[in-house]
């Protein structure tokens, strides 16, 4: 904005202020001043001998709160009413346990085993859908499973990750073959 813009604008605020004061000064020398009565019908009471009604006050005294003693200050229940037969057991105070994990399921049947003469070692015959493993004690299958120990009647199987074990049992019957 150039220098002459900037006056035209200062002198035309300075205007404006001087009509502005103009008519609020004598706008308000044409107000009427005083006290209005909000309600003109108020009569106050007539009382002769007005005293202490010391009797209401002795009922008030004398009665007793029936209801539930709660503190309207605590966001909590109200306690538990107390039965007669015994005392109320404890609640539990502190934080809940989680759940213990599931049981380690393994995709995988049990169905034999055999020996290997010179290293000694079992191997484990598992099915798994349509595909048939064999598996030595301490290899892994599945990308998820470790074999601990081959037994006559069931395989310790232990997930990797993890470290939980689960226990196959042998089937009854080998699969049948295709």
């Given amino acids: 904005m ?38 003109t019908k108020f009569a106050p009471l007539d009382v002769h001998e007005p005293q202490l009604r010391i009797d209401l006050l002795q009922k008030l005294r004398e009665m007793e709160y029936s ?24 609640p539990f105070m502190g934080p809940k346990l989680p759940p213990p994990p599931p049981p380690l399921q393994v995709p995988a049947e049990y169905f034999g085993y055999a020996m290997q003469p010179r290293a000694g070692r079992r191997v484990a015959f598992l099915t798994s859908g349509d595909d ?27 997930e990797i990750s993890t ?15 295709p």
């Fill in 132 to 158: 048939i493993l064999l598996v030595a004690e301490g290899d892994t299958f599945l990308n998820r499973f470790r074999v601990a120990r081959v037994g006559n009647e069931s395989l310790d199987v232990e």
């Fill in 67 to 90: 209801g539930t003693h709660r503190n309207i200050f605590v966001a909590a229940p109200p306690p538990i009413p107390v039965a007669a037969s015994g005392p109320a057991p404890v």
């Fill in 163 to 177: 470290g939980r074990h689960a226990t196959l049992p042998i089937t009854a019957e080998p699969p049948p073959t």
């Fill in 2 to 39: 150039t220098r002459r813009a900037q006056l035209y604008l200062l002198g035309a605020l300075a205007a404006v202020l001087v009509i502005v004061l103009y008519f609020s000064l004598h706008s308000s020398s044409s107000t009427v001043a005083g006290v209005f009565a909000a309600d």
